[in-house]
């Protein structure tokens, strides 16, 4: 994910709480942008996504279906100020494809799978977002291993996108996501602390990502997910 989100991100987050009236075809869109813009991908709508030739290689900890077609069952919306958004659609199989838009143009596609997620108490989500010990495997770590959920022997190094190059770590970005269902009412509201990292899979030019993030939704419901994605072309989205 997202280079360009590296000066986006530093944009001050005001979201605002957005309510369906019911349910439109565009819910949980940015005002201005419609599933047109969006390769048709819409709430309660089926997508198929094509990574051609990623099974091939060995090192890579992403994998995908090429055959399938997914329901989109919640569509997410990050308002990064300075008319940046991120969308994001959550697939019925445990995986997200979101969108980076600018000045009402999308400049890239990134598919996530929520690699693992480890639910944490309260105690737990404070210690991880704000405490002094600031260990290598912690959010903001200038580099993370990680290893396969397939064969744990596998692993995967990434280094840190965000912040400081330099710095051993650097705090996590927050932002905040109001997400929508086919049942909303009205938006939930999830509070991210997020890092990005990333590293080239071995024998490609093709790069892996992994998103952490300290997630909150304000009723008393904290977990860390990992989620490990890759680049998606448009061309290679067919939502219907």
Same mark, same amino acid.
């Given at each position: @994910?997202?280079?360009?989100?590296?000066? !986006?991100?530093?944009?001050?987050?005001?979201?605002?709480?957005?309510?369906?009236?019911?349910?439109?075809?565009?819910?949980?869109?940015?005002?201005?942008?419609?599933?047109?813009?969006?390769?048709?991908?819409?709430?309660?709508?089926?997508?198929?996504?094509? !990574?051609?030739?990623?099974?091939?290689?060995?090192?890579?900890?992403?994998?995908? $279906? &090429?055959?399938? #077609?997914?329901?989109?069952?919640?569509?997410?919306?990050?308002?990064?100020?300075?008319?940046?958004?991120?969308?994001?659609? #959550? !697939?019925?199989?445990?995986?997200?494809?979101?969108?980076?838009?600018?000045?009402?143009?999308?400049?890239? #596609?990134?598919?996530? $799978?929520?690699?693992?997620?480890?639910?944490?108490?309260?105690?737990?989500? &404070?210690?991880?977002?704000?405490?002094?010990?600031?260990?290598?495997?912690?959010?903001?770590?200038?580099?993370?291993?990680?290893?396969?959920?397939?064969?744990?022997?596998?692993?995967?190094?990434?280094?840190?996108?965000?912040?400081?190059?330099?710095? !051993?770590?650097?705090?996590?970005?927050?932002?905040?996501?109001?997400? @929508?269902?086919?049942?909303?009412?009205?938006?939930?509201?999830?509070?991210?602390?997020?890092?990005? #990292?990333?590293?080239?899979?071995?024998?490609?030019?093709?790069?892996?990502?992994?998103?952490?993030?300290?997630?909150? $939704?304000?009723?008393?419901?904290?977990?860390?997910?990992?989620?490990?994605?890759?680049?998606?072309?448009?061309?290679?989205?067919?939502?219907?």
């Amino acid at each position: @994910m997202l280079n360009t989100l590296k000066a !986006l991100f530093r944009a001050n987050t005001q979201p605002s709480p957005e309510q369906s009236q019911g349910r439109p075809v565009a819910a949980g869109l940015p005002t201005g942008i419609s599933q047109e813009d969006l390769e048709g991908l819409r709430l309660d709508g089926r997508v198929n996504i094509k !990574l051609i030739g990623l099974r091939a290689h060995a090192d890579a900890l992403f994998s995908w $279906d &090429d055959d399938a #077609y997914y329901h989109i069952a919640a569509v997410g919306h990050v308002d990064l100020g300075q008319d940046a958004h991120l969308v994001r659609f #959550y !697939l019925d199989n445990d995986t997200w494809l979101q969108a980076n838009i600018e000045n009402g143009q999308v400049l890239e #596609y990134k598919l996530f $799978d929520f690699y693992r997620v480890a639910h944490l108490s309260d105690a737990e989500f &404070d210690k991880m977002i704000n405490g002094d010990d600031k260990t290598s495997d912690r959010i903001g770590a200038q580099a993370i291993t990680l290893a396969s959920t397939a064969d744990e022997t596998r692993t995967g190094t990434f280094q840190r996108v965000w912040g400081d190059t330099e710095s !051993l770590w650097s705090p996590p970005v927050i932002f905040e996501e109001q997400v @929508m269902t086919t049942e909303s009412v009205v938006a939930r509201r999830v509070t991210h602390h997020a890092m990005l #990292y990333e590293r080239t899979i071995q024998g490609t030019e093709r790069m892996e990502y992994l998103l952490l993030s300290a997630e909150t $939704d304000g009723e008393d419901s904290f977990m860390l997910v990992q989620n490990v994605g890759v680049d998606v072309a448009s061309v290679d989205i067919d939502a219907v």
